[in-house]
């Protein structure tokens, strides 16, 4: 285990957030590294602090509700397999996939940090409930400009910009485009990811006055090259490429 997975751990500890098994994880790292103590009680005095300063009152149901619903669809880190053996352990494709779309527990921990504040401050839950319904795009380009690993690269695109975010770690990528024209109402902007000579389709968006904010659909890999095409309502019938792209941006 290194820092960075004793730190996600610490945060779900101070949350009691944590399964028996990460528990069980974490103490042992604990008793191994004495060093990154300090991780965990920074941790433990912030929610202790939110704890005293929050005022009593309690966001209504339907925001804790939906809190606890987010929550819960972070999955909790895989287990460390390879500092026993030194050598890389063989990952199935399932534990590969939990890998590239890791959800931290530390997001959580600040998702919640955040929450109390606004509970103790008294904001009221509208605000709060507006970050829970954020779409899911703003949720991945918030995740990826957290990323250690965050890039993006833009290129021109009509009378605006066409900006792709990403994260190689998260196997993300987003993009955000302005300038774009509209189209009839029979069409439809496409994503695609370009792996060599093959174009895999990554969804299907429509601009809100020439805006957009999209999540690419599936796995971006290092070195992939997001273009947008125009194609027919719903998308290309063949799964292929129907018209030239109107950009194409490499991720490497």
Same mark, same amino acid.
């Given at each position: ?7 996600? !751990? =610490? @945060? +779900?500890? *101070? %949350?009691? $957030? ?11 790292? &604990? ?79 600040? !998702? =919640? @940090? +955040?929450? *109390? %504040?606004? $509970? ?11 970050? &829970? ?80 904010? =999209? ?38």
């Amino acid at each position: 285990m290194n820092e960075h997975e004793f730190a996600e !751990l =610490a @945060a +779900g500890h *101070a %949350l009691h $957030a944590l399964s028996a098994e990460d528990e069980a994880r974490y103490l042992e790292a &604990l008793r191994a590294h004495p060093e990154w103590e300090p991780i965990a009680d920074e941790d433990a005095d912030t929610v202790g602090g939110l704890a005293d300063a929050a005022a009593p009152a309690l966001p209504s149901a339907g925001v804790r509700d939906a809190l606890l619903a987010q929550i819960a669809s972070m999955p909790q880190l895989p287990a460390d397999t390879t500092e026993s053996s030194g050598q890389d352990a063989p990952v199935p494709p399932q534990a590969s996939e939990h890998r590239a779309r890791p959800k931290r527990l530390r997001i959580m921990f600040a !998702l =919640a @940090a +955040g929450i *109390a %504040l606004v $509970a103790g401050i008294g904001f009221g839950s509208m605000a709060l409930n507006d970050y &829970l319904a954020r779409p899911a795009s703003v949720v991945a380009l918030d995740e990826i400009e957290a990323a250690a690993d965050a890039a993006q690269a833009s290129a021109p695109v009509g009378d605006g910009t066409a900006t792709v975010h990403w994260s190689a770690e998260l196997g993300e990528a987003v993009l955000v485009a302005d300038g774009l024209e509209p189209l009839e109402s029979d069409r439809t902007y496409q994503l695609w990811f370009v792996r060599g000579e093959t174009a895999l389709p990554a969804g299907i968006f429509e601009p809100e006055s020439g805006d957009a904010v =999209a999540r690419l659909d599936g796995e971006m890999l290092p070195g992939d090259v997001v273009a947008v095409t125009v194609e027919p309502e719903g998308g290309s019938p063949t799964g292929l490429p129907t018209s030239e792209p109107i950009f194409a941006i490499p991720t490497a």
